[in-house]
């Protein structure tokens, strides 16, 4: 079992709505959650960055995270044809070293 | 966000020749920088940990002498690719962080091509 899970997709949405992105770990131990987004063949651009279970609002997107469940989300309102790219989990424990999701690919249609 | 600035963005180099890709935080200093390698449609895979004025921490299966990490200040560090082969193709990515319980910033990438 990885210790992160990401649907890797491909989702394609219409412009407009609402996007949920979703990832689930194994280990209680991370501390940090962080959400990425990445242009083809560019570097990732942090989203969000989040230390505790709950809610984090930044503009068009929410973080959530549920330490319990070990189940974290990112949503997108309003989504956009420029917010196109694959987004990417990322979890820290400890020593500073990310654990990545393997990234899901999203579309948004005009 | 802090700025991390990689280059160069692409290069391609001849079997066997060695290759060096810099890493700078622009407008702060890092105490520990990251170096990753991504295969395309694939997740980032971590390849070392670097602290400035120490040796690297690889990760299991990453060949040190492969691929040499330098850290010589609180602003740059390099990657080294030595005797690159094709199967070393891959997009190169550094990030940095100013310290625990940061944020971790990416640099552009260096697209490596070995032919």
């Known amino acids: 079992q990885k210790e992160v899970e990401q649907d890797p997709g491909p989702l394609s949405v219409p412009e407009g709505a609402i996007v949920s992105l979703n990832c689930t770990y194994s280990n209680s131990a991370f501390q940090y959650f962080m959400w990425y987004r990445q242009y083809s063949r560019k570097g990732p651009e942090l989203l969000m960055y989040?230390?505790?279970?709950g809610n984090k609002e930044d503009g068009r997107f929410t973080a959530q995270v549920d330490k319990s469940s070990k189940y974290i989300s990112l949503f997108i309102r309003d989504s956009q044809p420029s917010d196109s790219a694959t987004y990417l989990c990322?979890?820290?424990?400890?020593?500073?070293?990310?654990?990545f999701g393997q990234g899901t690919r999203l579309t948004i249609n005009p | 966000g802090a700025v991390v600035s990689q280059h160069p963005s692409w290069v391609i180099c001849k079997s066997g020749t060695s290759v060096k890709i810099e890493c700078r935080s622009l407008?702060?200093?890092?105490?520990?920088m990251f170096w990753y390698r991504q295969f395309p449609k694939q997740s980032l895979m971590l390849m070392a940990t670097?602290?400035?004025?120490?040796?690297?921490?690889?990760e299991q299966g990453v060949e040190k002498d492969k691929f040499l990490i330098n850290h010589a200040s609180l602003t740059l560090s390099t990657l080294t690719v030595t005797s690159a082969h094709p199967e070393d193709s891959s997009f190169y990515i550094c990030?940095?962080?100013?310290?625990?319980?940061?944020?971790?910033?990416f640099g552009q990438g260096t697209r490596l091509t070995v032919v």
């Open positions: 990322a979890l820290e424990q400890g020593a500073q070293k990310l654990v």
């Open positions: 670097s602290n400035e004025g120490s040796k690297a921490t690889y």
């Open positions: 407008d702060f200093q890092a105490t520990t």
């Open positions: 990030s940095a962080r100013r310290g625990r319980d940061t944020e971790a910033f």
């Open positions: 989040t230390y505790s279970s």
